[in-house]
């Protein structure tokens, strides 16, 4: 199922996108002020953006310069002027596709759908990998790691180990093979620097320290209790 963010000032026509999509299959999220749509983005998994262009807070256009920043997710621009200022100006803000108001839904819906095609069977497009297991949140593009809601730093490594374990979840991971598949097969120091990695990766994951199991003698795992 594709999830779509719909940040759209004006609620009836946001209600009405989230209908049309929700209809078609969509997990569909409205959000009705720039600033608190470039929030839901940073805090959920998305698929699909349409984005009006005057919204409250902060503006489409600065919404989509934001994103465009550390994303590539499709992005459909909504406009109300007919003429080709605000289309250019998107387009300079990478955005995929335009829509102008007043719309036909169904129109609308189709790019989506057209869209979201022509980006899954595209390899270079950067879709966004996210994992979400019991309040422990990563988008995996973003390199960005929330708990409960709130973002926690990581250091590159500890960011690598903790994909690596959830890639191998209920696996116990040898010491050795993080080394190689972490630090690489050329290092040749001890092997007690997975240790204090993980030492660190479980302070900086608070009370989610616990998912994080020690296979005595052996290694670590990823496990839900």
Known sequence: MYKVLIIEDDSRIGLLIKDYFTKDGFEAIVETDGIEGYIAFNSQCFDLIILDVML???????????????????????????????????????????????????????????????????????????????????????????????????????????????????????????LNKIWGYDYYGSDRVVDTQIRKLRKSLQHKAYLIKTAFSVGYSFEED
């Open 56 to 178: 409250p807070g902060i503006d489409g256009f600065e919404v989509a310069h934001r994103i465009r920043k550390n994303s590539n997710i499709p992005i459909i621009m909504v406009t109300a002027r007919s003429d080709d200022e605000d289309q250019i100006k998107g387009y300079s803000y990478k955005i995929d596709d335009y829509i102008t108001k007043p719309f036909n839904p169904d129109i609308l819906l189709m790019k989506a759908n057209i869209l979201l095609e022509r980006v899954n069977t595209n390899k270079s497009i950067n879709v966004s990998q996210c994992i979400n297991i019991q309040g422990l949140f990563i988008d995996c593009n973003k390199r960005k790691v929330l708990v409960d809601g709130q973002e926690i730093l990581l250091e590159p490594k500890q960011f690598n180990i903790l994909k690596y374990l959830i890639d191998n979840k209920n696996k116990v991971v040898s010491r050795e093979e993080l």
